[in-house]
């Protein structure tokens, strides 16, 4: 049995919610020192989904920012060989390269995660015919096939209603 009692919330969840708090208040001159002190913490996957959490926020506000590139090779430094965190890193940099119409190969759509390739169909700043179609002919799974279809379909929809209206 444990001595906490069932409706005392664990520690590591009060620690989160502060992280979490700490991490969108933190400003730009701080952050790389925060997210290393947050990684510090001894409950490695709540740290990890933390620093994760705010890196879907920053991103949201980066993607297609010139800041973006400084801001990424920053924060690789800071996670450095965290698995998890490193990928989802490296897909956010392939969806900006897709997004920016950047270069990006077939191998790395094909082969990234399922999070990504969900991402990369449903991100409005996504429009490149050629990624899309490759993710309706080649996801990993049929609603990514689908909602790929779906995005070309309506991309082909928008641009033949802006013709017509020229």
């Known amino acids: 049995m444990t001595d906490q009692p069932f409706d005392e919330e664990p520690p590591e969840h009060l620690r989160y919610r502060s992280y979490l708090q700490d991490l969108e208040d933190v400003s730009e001159a701080d952050?790389?020192?925060?997210?290393a002190t947050v990684l510090h913490d001894p409950h490695v996957s709540m740290a990890e989904a933390a620093v994760n959490r705010h890196l879907e926020r920053r991103v949201a506000?980066?993607?297609?920012?010139?800041?973006?590139t400084a801001w990424a090779h920053t924060f690789a430094t800071v996670i450095g060989d965290r698995p998890f965190l490193a990928r989802r890193l490296r897909e956010w940099t392939l969806l900006?390269?897709?997004?920016?119409?950047?270069?990006?190969?077939?191998e790395e759509l094909t082969t990234a995660s399922d999070w990504f390739q969900r991402t990369a169909t449903f991100v409005l700043v996504v429009t490149s015919h050629?990624?899309?179609?490759?993710?309706?002919e080649r996801g990993r799974t049929r609603r990514v096939r689908n909602a790929a279809s779906r995005r070309l379909q309506d991309l082909d929809q928008r641009q033949s209603d802006t013709i017509h209206k020229s």
């Open 31 to 35: 952050e790389a020192t925060l997210v």
């Open 61 to 68: 506000h980066l993607l297609t920012d010139p800041a973006f």
């Open 96 to 106: 900006r390269a897709v997004a920016l119409d950047e270069p990006w190969t077939a």
């Open 130 to 136: 050629e990624a899309l179609s490759l993710l309706a």
